[in-house]
């Protein structure tokens, strides 16, 4: 087997560290005072300068829609396997992948678009994403029903006429509370009667309909990720045309399938990132510290951390890398049970090494003074965002067992 990174992509990857040291790690601190500023000025829903600023120079770097692999409009666009270490870099600091036009959940749509909307749709919506013109939002979650099993989605689509009613409310709503989101993709009930799975769709809504009402943002263990924000969307008698529809009536779940594939793998990508960026503050701060008479980095319990965080680190970088490997190989469908595995793994293992990593640094690493602790709540929402634990846990169990089923019927 071939570990090595192409050539190609350790040359991005340099270039990529470098951009982060000449123009991320510096704005870090510029980045939450902005927020802050714009909070004290009363609203906090502000497209950040900061970020406006550094996207014309990460396209000048040829840093830019990394992400989309075999599309004709994006044909900067690399492989799942090639995306993956530099994915892994943006994972570092959280506001970063936006700078690249590499963030969630605009990667999804943009992919959701190139797949499986018309020519006409991706002019409208696609073509300014990709240059990072306008955001967008995916509308899926449900205040009413258990989301992690996509069949419940209540949220109406009827057909009237030449256009779709659509009538629900959705939440965590990703991406709505910035300025900038200008449509959504939304998924919702259009075949009531149809076999379970091919109840439902999804259609492509422009965020200024009416009938349209963002009631409110919702916190994540206190912070409001504003101006992205996870937002409660309400849709009353929305009205849009049928040309909107994705791919056809019933063929939503479909989608979703095929949509949160790569957002599932990007989410581990970045996971491994958080998870190498504390482990070197973890490193960092033990040896700046002294308690009880030595560095705390000599502390065998401090030692034992260490070393079990490299190792996991290295584990979940191997398992995601395979998952790329066959998605770019043998597709996604194929490769279902490494992308449900390493969505388990990489969110958890980051979790434990972000987790000893604010233990090192005590009280402060509770504080906005590091960013673990930010790291550490974006983190605990991927166990539940793109499928909760359980629900990939019993997948990968049905089809382990599926295999000893067919053994046995032979």
């Known amino acids: 087997m071939q570990f090595d990174y192409t050539p190609k992509v350790k040359e991005m990857q340099g270039r990529l560290l470098a951009f982060f040291e000449q123009h991320i790690y510096p704005n870090e601190r510029r980045y939450l005072d902005e927020i802050r500023s714009n909070r004290e000025a009363g609203n906090a829903w502000v497209a950040t300068r900061v970020i406006e600023e550094l996207k014309p120079l990460a396209r000048e770097a040829g840093l830019w829609n990394l992400f989309l692999p075999r599309s004709t409009r994006a044909p900067e666009g690399l492989s799942n396997l090639e995306y993956a270490p530099l994915c892994e870099i943006m994972g570092r600091v959280p506001w970063s992948p936006e700078v690249f036009n590499c963030s969630a959940p605009d990667t999804g749509n943009m992919e959701t678009l190139e797949r499986y909307a018309s020519e006409a749709l991706k002019d409208r919506w696609l073509e300014p994403l990709l240059r ?33 009613v659509i009538n629900g409310t959705k939440w965590w709503s990703s991406g709505a ?23 439902q769709s999804m259609i492509v809504v422009p965020a200024d309909t009416p009938g349209i009402s963002v009631k409110r943002p919702l916190s994540v263990y206190g912070y409001d990720d504003a101006p992205h924000g996870h ?29 949160l594939g790569p ?9 491994i990132g958080a998870a190498e960026r504390a482990l070197e503050l973890m490193c960092t701060r033990s040896l700046e510290r002294t308690a009880f008479g030595k560095p705390i980095g000599e502390q065998g319990v401090t030692q034992e951390r260490i070393a079990q965080a490299r190792c996991e680190i290295e584990m979940t970088r191997l398992l995601t890398l395979k998952a790329a490997y066959m998605m770019d190989t043998v597709g996604n469908k194929a490769a ?47 166990r539940l965002a793109d499928g909760p634990d359980e629900v990939h846990r019993n997948a990968i169990a049905r089809l382990e067992l599926n295999r000893y089923r067919q053994m046995q019927a032979v």
């Open 132 to 164: 990072g013109d306008i955001r967008s939002a995916f509308l899926m979650t449900e205040p009413a029903v258990a989301s992690s099993d996509a069949t419940n989605i209540a949220c109406s689509i009827e057909r009237d006429g030449d256009q779709y």
């Open 177 to 199: 509370g910035d300025p900038r989101c200008k449509v959504y993709i939304v998924m919702g009930k259009s075949s009531p009667d149809a076999p379970r799975h091919a109840q």
């Open 231 to 259: 937002m409660e969307i309400e849709l009353r008698n929305v009205r849009v045309p049928v040309s909107n529809l994705l791919l056809g009536e019933g063929r939503g779940f479909e989608i979703a399938q095929g949509r």
């Open 263 to 271: 957002g599932r793998i990007h989410h581990c990508m970045r996971s």
């Open 336 to 382: 279902r049970a490494e992308i449900a595995m390493i969505k388990v793994v990489a969110p958890n293992m980051a979790l434990q090494v972000l987790d000893w990593a604010i233990q090192v640094h005590g009280a402060a690493g509770v504080s906005d003074d590091f960013p673990l602790a930010y790291a550490w709540a974006n983190q605990r929402t991927l």
